[in-house]
């Protein structure tokens, strides 16, 4: 499956900003889609995850209540709604999936895209 990734821009702090993830290739609702995130010289960060047919979510703690993650299986979607943004949120972006774990560790996730950037500013 092939993802890419779309929807960062630069935005003010407490604005809001929604990802797309669009899946090619394969049939989407065979795969477990997280999103990621990571600013250079860190760690890719685990932001949210989504389960196949969407019932189930999984948020870090740092963005749990300000960010919604969903999908559209029609449409080989994954969106992350993010509300609230703050200084701490600018990072590239990046969706990725898998078939079989339900997993918030980056290395369990085999496909990727590419990225997009969120840059939040004062």
């Known amino acids: 499956v092939q993802l890419q990734a779309s929807g960062g821009g630069l935005v003010q702090t407490g604005d809001s900003l929604k990802l797309s993830c669009v899946a090619s290739g394969e049939t989407f609702s065979n795969y477990v889609v997280g999103w990621f995130r990571q600013v250079p010289g860190k760690e890719r960060e685990f932001i949210a995850r989504i389960t196949w047919s969407g019932g189930s979510q999984t948020y870090s703690d740092s963005v749990r209540g300000r960010f919604t993650i969903s999908r559209d299986n029609a449409k080989n979607s994954v969106y992350l709604q993010m509300n609230n943004l703050k200084l701490e949120d600018t990072a590239a972006y990046y969706c990725?999936?898998?078939?079989?774990?339900?997993?918030?560790?980056?290395?369990?996730?085999?496909?990727w895209g590419q990225g997009t950037l969120v840059t939040v500013s004062s």
């Open positions: 990725a999936a898998d078939r079989l774990r339900t997993s918030t560790m980056p290395e369990h996730y085999d496909y």
